[in-house]
C-alpha cells in the first residue's frame, strides 16, 4: 500500500475544534477584564496575564483556521505561536524593568480578586484541553498556554499577597518576570516542535511523490 493513503495518525480528533471555540470566548472575556483591572491598580503580573489571555485568544483562532489543513500548515500555525510566546516574554521582561525603576506599588486586594477569577478560568480550559496535550504541535501549544496561564494565575495570588507582606512592587515584579521567562522557554519548545513536524511532513510528501 503507498504511504499516500495512510491516514495522518496526528489528525485532531472531533472535539479539539468545540474546545478550541470555548477556550477562545473564555480567553477573550478574561483579556478584557484582566486588562481593566491592570490598569486600575497598576500590576505589572496582572498586565502581563492579560496579554497573555489576548495572545492565548489569537493563537486559538490561529488553530482553528488551520485545524482542517496538513501537517505543514498546523506546523507552521504553530511556529507562529512559538515565536508570538517567545516575544510576549520577552516585552513582559522589559516592561517588569521600566516599572522597577518607576517605583510604583500596585493595589494587592485587585490583584487577588482578578487572579482567583482568571485561575478559575484557565483552569476549567486547561481540564478541558488536558487530552490533546499529546497530539500534534499544534494542540501541544494550545495545552501548553492554558497550562502556563493556569501556573501564572497562583504566581499573581502569592504576588498580591506578597505586595501586602512587604508594601512593595517587588513580588509583582518578580512574577512578572517569571511569567515572562515561562512563555520565552515554553515558545521555544513549540518552535522546536513544529520545526520537526514541518520537516517529518515534508519527508512523507517527499516519499509520496
Keep these: 500500500m503507498?504511504?499516500?493513503?495512510?491516514?495522518?495518525?496526528?489528525t485532531p480528533s472531533p472535539g479539539f475544534k468545540q474546545a478550541l471555540w470555548i477556550a477562545l470566548w473564555v480567553n477573550l472575556s478574561m483579556f478584557l477584564v484582566e486588562g481593566v483591572?491592570?490598569?486600575?491598580?497598576?500590576?505589572?503580573?496582572?498586565?502581563?496575564?492579560?496579554?497573555?489571555?489576548?495572545?492565548?485568544?489569537?493563537?486559538?483562532?490561529?488553530?482553528?483556521?488551520?485545524?482542517?489543513m496538513g501537517m505543514v500548515w498546523r506546523g507552521r500555525a504553530a511556529l507562529v505561536k512559538g515565536v508570538t510566546m517567545t516575544v510576549f516574554g520577552l516585552a513582559v521582561l522589559g516592561r517588569a524593568v521600566w516599572v522597577a525603576q518607576s517605583g510604583m506599588i500596585p493595589e494587592a486586594m485587585t490583584m487577588g480578586v482578578i487572579g482567583f477569577l482568571a485561575l478559575a478560568a484557565n483552569m476549567g480550559?486547561?481540564?478541558?484541553?488536558?487530552?490533546?496535550?499529546?497530539?500534534?504541535?499544534?494542540?501541544?501549544?494550545?495545552?501548553?498556554?492554558?497550562?502556563?496561564?493556569?501556573?501564572?494565575n497562583v504566581a499573581v495570588i502569592a504576588a498580591a499577597l506578597g505586595v501586602v507582606g512587604t508594601g512593595s512592587a517587588w513580588?509583582?515584579?518578580?512574577?512578572?518576570?517569571?511569567?515572562?521567562?515561562?512563555a520565552v522557554t515554553s515558545?521555544?519548545?513549540?518552535?522546536?516542535?513544529?520545526?520537526?513536524?514541518?520537516?517529518?511532513?515534508?519527508?512523507?510528501?517527499?516519499?509520496?511523490?
Design 2 to 10: 503507498s504511504c499516500c493513503s495512510v491516514p495522518d495518525p496526528k
Design 37 to 68: 483591572a491592570s490598569f486600575q491598580s497598576g500590576s505589572v503580573s496582572l498586565m502581563a496575564d492579560a496579554i497573555d489571555f489576548f495572545g492565548d485568544s489569537a493563537n486559538y483562532l490561529l488553530s482553528l483556521s488551520v485545524l482542517s
Design 125 to 152: 480550559v486547561a481540564w478541558m484541553l488536558f487530552r490533546f496535550r499529546s497530539g500534534d504541535s499544534d494542540m501541544r501549544s494550545v495545552w501548553l498556554c492554558s497550562r502556563n496561564d493556569a501556573i501564572g
Design 171 to 182: 513580588p509583582d515584579l518578580t512574577v512578572a518576570a517569571v511569567i515572562g521567562g515561562l
Design 187 to 209: 515558545g521555544i519548545s513549540v518552535m522546536r516542535h513544529a520545526r520537526s513536524d514541518i520537516a517529518s511532513a515534508r519527508v512523507l510528501d517527499g516519499h509520496c511523490q
